[in-house]
């Protein structure tokens, strides 16, 4: 296949804006955040482990999800941090199993202790959620040139939409770029490359530049067929 | 071209694309901001940045102002003091007087509009008169985590009418039966206070203000006033003066019609009156020019509040590339990302070693300062700020 090969459907380039909505809960202690976790309703859960991305576009946080931060920055209990921290939300198959498996290592946690940490000098735990509005940009690209093209200049909201939220949209294993440049343009190798990325790990922002840098390197390889 | 489109280069890149689309969905909507002053206040400034935004994306903004008596607006600066966890006392008389007042306007005021937003307590009982169509919106700037009960049970009656309240940070929320967004409050950089400035014009302010540029600068904006803790500033500066040469300036508002301003002020000139290092710099209201020189020169920010609203001060200084040092409180604490866009502490000991370490480490600031204006670009923007009331249009919409 060409890095020129045509698409038989465009790439439809869809952002997002996230309005974030307060609960008016709060947690100061371990087991008041536990109990409270198993009662919040997901999209809570969503908001604090999967949007958590979209609130660090530019720079990744200590930790991948707010509940480990909050845990290691503002109850300063590191063994917690680190224990909410290593959870990666796509093992789950939806956010009921993600919220069991937290409620779980906090209670195993709190188990082991003779005392129950608690914010001393930090901030208590704010529960919000997500309410996640789609904004269709308009762009679309058939090619290869054009996805890059296109992908390079978008609201960094675009690169969220299509990865985080397609797996838990669709509850597929891959998000939409990798699903597209395979079933459209027939780009396995490739598609299978920006697949394996992990993007829970990083920054929109890089996960962007390391699509690019993947899709660079392809047209690299191939010798030819440089981006228009 | 329109007026969004001159932030173009300036917001996130695609953000302006995005804010078009986010207001078509909307377009032709009716907006309606009401508040009590047209000048000072944060409110107001960014009000008149917001309205013509939402105007130029195909909104139908209007911003209105209550007026009111000089009873009236003490009323509701001891309001503003109560939700603060001041104590305050309240007469029933006050109370009906503030009622009556909103009522007179009400009279005036047309509220024929998709949404209203009602900013702040001063006219939060105009929803008695609410119009059987439209959405209304209680938007509080102010800091209400620890209120005074008997003035929030008050205005409760009143918030609750409403259809949903907007607070600047997540610990400002309430028990309510009414849904509650966060939306972070936010800076202009095409303003006065935030725009580039022209070598030319800095130079000439600089001079104006008989500032020297020979040692690094140590800088502070805020009012004269203890919550900003200008002696912990001026302590941390002097652990810090044993090992560096560099130059403290403390830059606020007068406080003249504020007694305790003013002993607030007295005590920070004593504290600074045998060193000549010390620069103590009373700045009118309007001294955006003045404010926005001082952040471009110096070297680190401090803003170590002992307590705070949000305190935009912080990403205004960031938005110049500066590390801010903050206290660890208020919107601080979301500003200032530790050890990445500054740090926040909690002592004046910690203030001072986060400066010693950057002053230590000059490459830090300048890195910091980077990825401090990096992150005020992403989050503290006006357009960002223009986003959420889209995105919240755009849900009621849906």
Not at chain 2, 241 to 253: D, F, S, T, V, Y
Request: aromatic share 10%; charged share 25%; with cysteine.
């Amino acid at each position: 296949m060409s890095a020129k090969q045509i698409a038989k459907h465009p790439f439809l380039f869809v952002g997002c804006w996230e309005l974030r909505q307060m609960l008016g809960l709060s947690a100061r202690d371990e087991q008041q955040f536990m109990e409270a976790i198993e009662e919040i309703p997901l999209d809570s859960i969503y908001y604090h482990t999967h949007s958590f991305l979209l609130r660090h576009r530019y720079i990744a946080g200590p930790y991948p999800n707010d509940f480990a931060t909050w845990a290691a920055i503002q109850v300063r209990d590191r063994v917690l941090g680190e224990k909410l921290g290593i959870l990666y939300p796509y093992d789950f198959e939806n956010l009921d199993s993600l919220r069991a498996e937290i409620v779980k290592i906090i209670g195993q946690h709190l188990s082991e202790l003779q005392i129950i940490p608690r914010v001393i000098y930090g901030e208590p735990f704010h529960f919000m959620q997500s309410r996640i509005i789609e904004v269709p940009t308009g762009l679309e690209a058939r090619t290869l040139a054009e996805f890059r093209e296109v992908l390079a200049t978008v609201d960094v909201s675009v690169i969220y939409y299509h990865t985080y939220e397609a797996i838990l949209r669709l509850g597929r294993t891959h998000g939409d770029f990798a699903l597209w440049i395979e079933e459209q343009l027939g780009m396995p190798d490739l598609a299978n490359q920006i697949a394996k990325l992990d993007p829970y790990l990083t920054s929109l922002e890089s996960i962007r530049h390391r699509i690019l840098k993947i899709c660079d390197a392809y047209w690299e390889k191939g010798g030819k067929n440089e981006p228009t | 071209m329109s007026q969004l489109d001159l932030y173009q280069e300036i917001a996130p890149k695609g953000t302006i694309e995005i804010l078009k689309r986010l207001a078509q969905k909307i377009s032709q909507k009716r907006i309606l901001h009401i508040n009590s002053t047209k000048l000072g206040g944060g409110v107001a400034e960014i009000l008149r940045s917001l309205v013509p935004l939402l105007q130029d994306v195909g909104i139908e903004a209007r911003w209105e102002v209550i007026t009111g008596t000089e009873e009236f607006f003490a009323t509701t600066k001891a309001f503003h003091n109560a939700l603060q966890g001041q104590d305050q006392h309240f007469s029933p008389a006050m109370l009906q007087n503030y009622i009556a007042v909103n009522q007179e306007n009400a009279r005036h005021l047309s509220f024929d509009a998709d949404y209203v937003v009602i900013h702040d307590p001063q006219p939060a009982a105009l929803i008695e008169r609410r119009p059987p169509k439209g959405k209304w919106i209680w938007r509080c700037h102010i800091d209400i985590s620890r209120p005074q009960r008997t003035v929030w049970n008050f205005l409760r009656q009143f918030v609750v009418r409403y259809d949903a309240a907007i607070f600047s940070l997540p610990r400002f929320a309430q028990r309510l039966p009414i849904p509650q967004f966060l939306i972070y409050p936010s800076i202009d950089p095409l303003s006065d206070k935030n725009r580039e400035l022209t070598e030319e014009e800095l130079d000439r302010i600089i001079k104006r203000l008989r500032i020297s540029l020979e040692k690094p600068i140590l800088l502070q904006v805020s009012r004269f006033d203890r919550f900003k803790d200008p002696l912990g500033v001026i302590q941390a500066y002097r652990l810090v003066k044993k090992h560096h040469e560099l130059q403290l300036i403390l830059a606020g508002g007068g406080a003249t019609d504020d007694p305790e301003g003013e002993s607030a002020l007295a005590e920070v000139r004593k504290a600074a009156e045998d060193d000549p290092d010390i620069q103590i710099l009373l700045l009118p209201p309007d001294a955006n020019l003045e404010i926005n020189a001082l952040q471009r020169v110096a070297n680190i920010v401090l803003q170590k509040s002992l307590r705070e609203g949000f305190g935009l001060t912080v990403a205004e200084a960031m938005w110049k590339g500066k590390p801010v040092i903050g206290g660890f409180t208020g919107g601080i604490t979301v500003q200032v990302v530790y050890g990445i866009t500054g740090f926040t502490v909690n002592s004046v000991e910690g203030a001072a070693y986060q400066i010693h370490y950057l002053l230590d480490n000059p490459e830090m600031i300048a890195k910091m300062g980077q990825d401090a204006k990096e992150y005020v670009r992403q989050n503290f923007l006006i357009t960002r700020h223009l986003g959420d009331y889209l995105a919240l249009m755009n849900y009621w919409e849906r």
